[in-house]
């Protein structure tokens, strides 16, 4: 389960919250202009003449928007934590673990500050540029981009501080000594970084051990795991200040102070990506279409098919589900149309509510398989695998998902048809023209998916070019719809940019924690653990598939994929395994992660929109047959990995 950090109240309030909203509103514009310059520069490539100054321009554009943005998440308290244990926190409890560790997060933002500093200070003396033909300043200003988003969020950090403080009624005893924790490592952190490491001598470490300070790379590794848990579910510190936070202690800890520096290079090289530029197009298909209603009518055009048979209605569902799956590739959203407009349906109809919860809840969460599935796109980014490639390959598994659930509901509503009656004649007994005219509220949704998924597949565009794509064809569907406003068009934009900036910080920290973990030599020692378990290859793939279905059952997708891929897919790699084959394999646990208790995501999207008496405990066990067929589906592509890998070899 993941939660926004205490305080609920985001209205601006002060002249740092008003900076920051203003800021980032004007800069989500700069994800508007990316769509309209990728789009020109695919009709270039059509027509054959390419452009030299797309690339950097986007890239640039969505960098920036990208760093500013955390600072804007954190106003409207939506950096992701995980609050399995904080949650059972008193009200009083949850500010002072908040208040504690705000304080860890101003040294992460402090050392960031510091050495983008030195990134930018370097790059605008040196005028740094791009090695495209037209020398475009993109370094400078990424780098100058990196030291002003790192100031807004510590600006930021300040002004929530005084807000829980407040509440607080002043400092208590622990949070003052916390603070004075915090301090203390701060000036030890000035000092040896305002001297280039000069103070080395000054080892705290090795003096309280009394001799050489040089643990093992176990060792390590337990204090690592140890710190991650006691910020992480302990504080409910957000995940990605809290790796943030470790890689900094870790690497004054164990390393030489100009290890730092590592953080703020993987930080650069991995915003200076075209390739990031689908992440926010998805999204903001997602937002228009949430807000659009263009979902809304694919489900009141499709019930209508249902006709006599037991779960009709209930397959139609799963049909649309499927359909909206492959326009986003996002699921929180999805879940909750479903809840709104299709569990009410189906229980007005006298569907078992266990039954009608599953169908939602399932179907709601194809958007992690189906493309363009944003696990994916991040899968990809982190273990540099082709997105396009791990679209194809997800397709056919993707749909077998659908099928199954499918086929399951058909099946149990045969043998007892109470589960799924038939839906009554007022909706299936329609003229056929009434019906086919009805399925033109089909052809938009079928278009939106033609246009990106058609384009990456056909080889036209690359991810991020059909992404641009898409949310174009949204923007045309919302218009014929009818929808199409400014207001809509801007709401979207700015979740856009609070959502990106979460996500982007989130892998900064990640990136940070697993680039100091691998120059302590972790990532080797995991892999050898791995590599060295007494299992044949097969056998090590089923246990890393048991760890994520442990952690699918307390953390998100985006914590486990960040926690676990640095280890994972180089060991794959050594057992002779195809890297895209074993992101399937994630896509399908991540969805059981989904619906899984505790703290199943869907479950908690659900119950937001229906009625108390439906209760959480009453969910969960309606989604248990579900979570087993997809345990199915994910036994079928272990060990018949041609059911992924059949489509992208013939389309390769």
């Known amino acids: 389960m993941t939660e926004a950090v205490a305080v609920p109240d985001v209205a601006p309030k002060n002249a740092v919250d008003r900076i920051v909203v203003q800021i980032s509103k004007v800069l989500s514009l700069t994800y508007a202009l990316s769509i309209i310059v990728t789009i020109y520069d695919v009709g270039n490539d059509l027509m054959g003449s390419p452009t030299i100054w797309v690339y950097d321009v986007v890239t640039t554009a969505i960098a920036v928007a990208f760093l500013i943005g955390g600072s804007y998440a954190m106003q409207r308290r939506e950096h992701i934590q995980i609050t399995a244990i904080y949650d059972n926190y008193s009200p009083r409890a949850k500010l002072l673990c908040d208040a504690m560790a705000y304080a860890g997060i101003l040294i992460y933002f402090f050392v960031f500050a510091w050495l983008s500093w030195r990134l930018a200070r370097d790059s605008v003396m040196d005028w740094e540029v791009g090695g495209s033909a037209w020398a475009q300043p993109t370094p400078v200003i990424v780098k100058v981009s990196m030291l002003l988003g790192s100031v807004l969020l510590i600006l930021q950090c300040f002004v929530n501080l005084r807000t829980i403080l407040r509440m607080l009624g002043g400092i208590p005893p622990v949070v003052l000594a916390t603070f004075a924790a915090a301090l203390a490592f701060a000036i030890y952190l000035t000092a040896m970084l305002a001297t280039d490491g000069q103070l080395a001598w000054f080892q705290p470490l090795t003096w309280l051990s009394g001799g050489d300070f040089s643990p093992s790379i176990t060792t390590i590794s337990l204090l690592m795991l140890a710190g991650f848990v006691i910020l992480i579910f302990g504080l409910g510190m957000p995940i990605g200040f809290a790796t943030g936070l470790i890689a900094v202690i870790f690497c004054v800890a164990f390393r030489d102070i100009d290890a730092l520096s590592i953080i703020t290079f993987r930080t650069y090289g991995y915003v200076n990506s075209y390739v990031l530029l689908s992440v926010p197009m998805f999204l903001l298909m997602a937002a228009i279409l949430d807000k659009s209603g263009v979902a809304h009518d694919l489900y009141d055009a499709l019930k209508i098919w249902s006709g006599k048979i037991p779960g009709g209605v209930g397959v139609m569902t799963l049909i649309a589900a499927s359909i909206m799956a492959a326009m986003t590739g996002i699921i929180g959203g999805e879940v909750i149309l479903l809840g709104l407009v299709a569990l009410p349906q189906m229980l007005r109809l006298g569907y078992d509510s266990k039954l009608a919860i599953g169908i939602v809840c399932a179907g709601g969460s194809l958007g992690v398989m189906i493309p363009p599935s944003l696990v ?173 279905l442990i952690l699918g059952c307390f953390m998100d997708w985006f914590s486990i994929m960040l926690l676990t891929m640095p280890v994972f897919a180089p060991t794959v790699q050594a057992l002779g395994y195809d890297l895209v084959w074993f992101g399937v394999l994630f896509n399908i646990v991540m969805q059981v992660g989904y619906l899984s208790p505790p703290f199943g995501q869907a479950a908690f999207y659900l119950k937001s929109v229906t009625p108390p008496e439906i209760t959480l405990n009453h969910i969960f066990l309606s989604l248990l047959p579900f979570m087993g067929l997809q345990v199915i589906s994910l036994a079928i592509v272990l060990f018949f990995p041609e059911v992924a890998m059949w489509l992208p070899r013939v389309l390769g």
């Not at 796109?377 to 390959?393: C, K």
């Not at 809509?488 to 900064?508: P, V």
């Not at 791995?530 to 056998?539: E, F, K, V």
């Open 376 to 548: 994916l796109v991040f899968y990809g980014l982190t273990t540099s695998v082709s997105i396009g490639d791990l679209f194809i390959a997800s397709t056919i598994p993707g749909l077998m998902m659908a099928g199954i659930y499918m086929a399951y509901v058909l099946i149990r509503c045969a043998i007892n048809p109470k589960l799924g009656p038939p839906a009554p004649p007022e909706i299936y007994n329609i003229p056929l023209s009434a019906k086919f005219a009805a399925l033109k509220k089909v052809i938009l949704p079928l278009f939106i998916i033609f246009s990106v998924l058609g384009s990456i597949y056909s080889g036209l565009s690359s991810v991020s070019e059909a992404a641009a794509l898409g949310v174009a064809g949204v923007i045309i569907a919302a218009g014929l719809r009818g929808t199409l406003g400014w207001a809509m068009l801007r709401d979207s934009l700015y979740t856009t940019m609070s959502t990106c900036g979460l996500l982007i910080w989130l892998t900064i920290g990640a990136n940070a924690m697993v680039g100091v973990y691998n120059l302590l030599g972790g990532i080797a020692y995991l892999k050898a653990i791995m590599t060295g378990l007494p299992l044949d290859p097969i056998g090590v793939i089923l246990v890393m598939m048991v760890i994520l």
